[in-house]
């Protein structure tokens, strides 16, 4: 499985992102769940979004819930995140990830990663 991200920049807070994450292959079938998390400097991974790909359920981390929206297009294996009302502390490095199951995706633990997208977010 290979996960490619897109989709950062530099945008002011108040502005919105969407980031990409395309997957190789037909990942979702053996791996269904993919998600976003990122890291800051200094800081721990932190977990984002993620959802189920085949049903659809999403879960989000709390600092992003009601700005971020996780969605996926199942023709294209592809994971979007939009991130809208970006605040200077959502500036991270952002890391998309598939696995066969939430703990593994929220936890940190996925099997599966793609390479990162940078996001800066200018107060």
């Known amino acids: 499985v290979q996960l490619q991200a897109s989709g950062g920049g530099l945008v002011q807070a108040g502005g919105s992102l969407r980031l990409s994450c395309v997957a190789s292959?037909?990942?979702?079938?053996?791996?269904?769940?993919a998600g976003w998390l990122r890291q800051a400097p200094g800081k721990d991974r932190e977990f984002v979004a993620l959802?189920?790909?085949?049903?659809?359920?999403?879960h989000y981390g709390d600092s992003v819930k009601g700005r971020f929206t996780i969605s996926r297009d199942t023709v294209t294996n592809t994971v979007y995140l939009q991130m809208d009302s970006l605040k200077p502390e959502d500036t991270a490095v952002y890391y998309c990830?598939?696995?066969?199951?939430?703990?593994?995706?929220?936890?940190?633990?996925?099997?599966?990663w793609g390479q990162g997208t940078q996001v800066t977010v200018s107060s």
């Open positions: 959802i189920n790909t085949s049903g659809g359920g999403t």
């Open positions: 990830a598939a696995d066969s199951n939430y703990y593994k995706i929220s936890s940190g633990t996925a099997a599966f």
């Open positions: 292959g037909r990942p979702f079938r053996n791996y269904p769940v």
